[in-house]
């Protein structure tokens, strides 16, 4: 990467090795299939892979349960296959960004079966223990109606083991200086072989530590701060990526006033408010959230998604807005989770309509941050509701007609492949979709480009144009490379819209970018554009002689 400040025009594309592409034939996918995709990778446009975990494990939590964060589960391959695979993605302009998983390990790994021998371990602090179940162990569930309690009595150590997840999952002790310098060496390690950059799982739980005095937790934003030097130190250019769904009022915690904590946080509350408005066809819920967020220290920057691997966590809505994102999206009992959220994919969610999914993604590639898109997407991948929990969007990308997609010779992959159905394989696959000139692969590959093509929208703050729709999102971005302006129709409806771009005087020109549909102001320097139904407009602003306008 050149630029210090590279990720606030990237565009990410997150993948699970597991069911990406398997070469071995053993079902499973593998780094020497990521290796060979790299060239689709490229042409599809991102700048940078985000690998969900891929370290030894036992598998009990799709990885999420690490035995080992100095190697590579040898389901996937080798560290040598691993080094192989970031140099050909460096080598092709693209970084890679890998989970860091340290809120807790799996029980499996030698540092908890250490432990469990009792305070004469060298480990045993490096966990949380009480000798006494805490009144409180129902509180904090992350999984409601799949976890029943945060403290499991282990019968080795004869204490209670706290665990915000699972039970297999037992936490770290943050709070003890010798967990924190070891994960600043697994930091160090993986940046000294070719990683951009960490995706940090469940940050407020990280820095959620003990308060002596009270006993109750206090969060320790401090060590956000510690990760950021370090790597900075390590790697210049590399980014830290914070998982955090936490209120408009607590993000610049994480950020830091003067930007040296996170560089980067997924936007929650945006994109839940973003499904709001999809559901309701109203743009005011979506702008809120905008206005919201906007006000970011110079180097930090939203990171921006339509769905991820998890379920659309839905929980800082209110109930009956909930309510309306269910009924528009996830109706079905069998398409919700948690009580909170909906755990199908993207384009069954809009019910396979190209005019929303279009909408949906011009949105997610001009709202202020980071585009991080999620394999598959690109195609339109359904999801197969009969697998459990999360499972049914975690299936495996689909290459081709061929059996099981093209994903595997196996007889039996390590996840089905979604064999029928409007979103089955043969119907849905990248090489179909490859040779169709209107197929959402090619317009994706058009989109990415464009964005790549439009820098204001990652290093300038959005301006909401006034404009007389509640269903219309009017945005300006100002840079040093001009002026841009979108337009985004939330409803089913053509509507017309009039509107001023700027204060620039009448015959000031918008330059559509992606068709020939200009606009030119009138004398009264407002332009007049119709919208067709989930219609959107990409702009560049000029003035009557066609100059670009900063």
Same mark, same amino acid.
């Given at each position: 990467?050149i ?15 597991e ?35 891929f ?5 009990r ?18 560290? *040598? ?18 989970d ?38 129902? =509180?904090?569930?992350?999984?409601? *109606? ?28 943050f ?33 959620? /530590? ?51 904590r ?15 408005a ?5 743009? =005011?819920?979506l ?29 800082? /809505? ?14 079905e ?21 190209? @005019? ?23 195609? *339109? ?29 196996a007889? =039996? ?19 179909a979709?490859? @040779? ?26 959005? @301006? ?25 129709? /939330? ?12 204060? =620039? ?43 670009? /306008?900063?």
């Amino acid at each position: 990467m050149i630029s210090d400040r590279w990720y606030k025009n990237a565009v990410i594309y997150c993948c699970a090795i597991e069911t990406f592409l398997d070469t071995d034939g053993d079902g499973v996918g593998d780094f020497e299939g990521m290796s060979r995709r790299l060239d689709y990778l490229q042409g599809l446009g991102v700048t940078a892979v985000w690998l969900m975990p891929f370290q030894p494990s036992p598998r009990r939590d799709h990885g999420y349960d690490i035995t080992d964060y100095y190697g590579v589960d040898p389901r996937y391959g080798s560290l *040598g296959d691993f080094v192989a695979f970031t140099h050909g993605a460096n080598a092709r302009g693209i970084g890679v960004i890998m989970d860091l998983v340290v809120n807790h390990t799996s029980d499996q790994h030698p540092w908890f079966r250490s432990a469990r021998e009792g305070p004469d371990s060298p480990f045993h602090d490096w966990y949380v223990w009480a000798d006494r179940k805490p009144p409180d162990a129902e =509180k904090g569930i992350v999984f409601p *109606g799949v976890q029943k309690t945060t403290w499991t009595r282990d019968a080795r150590a004869g204490k209670y083991y706290f665990h915000r997840f699972y039970e297999f999952q037992p936490d770290l002790n943050f709070a003890n200086p010798e967990v924190r310098t070891e994960i600043l060496k697994i930091m160090g390690f993986w940046t000294q072989l070719g990683v951009a950059g960490f995706r940090l799982d469940a940050v407020p739980f990280v820095i959620a /530590l003990p308060d002596p005095e009270t006993g109750k937790e206090k969060p320790d934003y401090e060590l956000l701060r510690e990760f950021r030097e370090f790597v900075q130190w390590r790697s210049g250019n590399a980014v830290l990526l914070a998982e955090a769904n936490v209120t408009p009022g607590e993000n610049m915690r994480y950020f830091g006033d003067d930007g040296d904590r996170m560089q980067m946080m997924f936007n929650f509350h945006l994109n839940q408010h973003l499904f709001l408005a999809l559901a309701t066809g109203e743009a =005011k819920p979506l702008a809120d959230a905008i206005t919201a967020t906007r006000d970011l220290p110079a180097t930090a920057q939203w990171a921006l998604h339509l769905r991820n691997h998890d379920e659309l966590d839905l929980g800082r /809505l209110t109930e009956a807005e909930r309510g309306k994102v269910f009924a528009a999206f996830g109706p079905e009992p069998e398409a919700q989770l948690y009580g909170r959220g909906i755990r199908r994919r993207l384009a069954p969610m809009l019910h396979g309509d190209r @005019r929303r999914i279009e909408l949906a993604n011009s949105l997610l590639f001009t709202l202020p941050g980071t585009p991080v898109l999620r394999y598959g997407d690109e195609i *339109g991948m359904g999801d197969d509701l009969s697998l459990p929990e999360r499972e049914c969007a975690r299936t495996p990308m689909q290459w081709s007609d061929l059996e099981h997609g093209g994903f595997t010779r196996a007889r =039996k992959p390590t996840k089905p492949v979604i064999p029928e159905g409007v979103y089955g394989y043969r119907h849905v696959n990248v090489a179909a979709q490859r @040779r169709d000139p209107e197929s959402l692969l090619n317009w994706f590959e058009r989109i990415i480009r464009m964005r790549k093509e439009v820098p204001e929208i990652g290093l300038g703050r959005p @301006r909401l144009l006034r404009v007389d729709d509640p269903a219309v999102l009017a945005m300006r971005y100002d840079g040093d490379a001009g002026s841009v302006v979108f337009l985004h129709n /939330l409803s089913d409806r053509a509507r017309e819209i009039s509107f001023r771009a700027g204060p =620039k005087a009448a015959g000031e020109s918008l330059v559509n970018l992606l068709s020939e549909d200009h606009s030119v102001a009138g004398d009264d320097g407002r332009h007049v554009v119709l919208l067709e139904g989930y219609g959107y407009r990409w702009f560049r602003r000029a003035d009557a002689d066609g100059v670009m /306008l900063a």
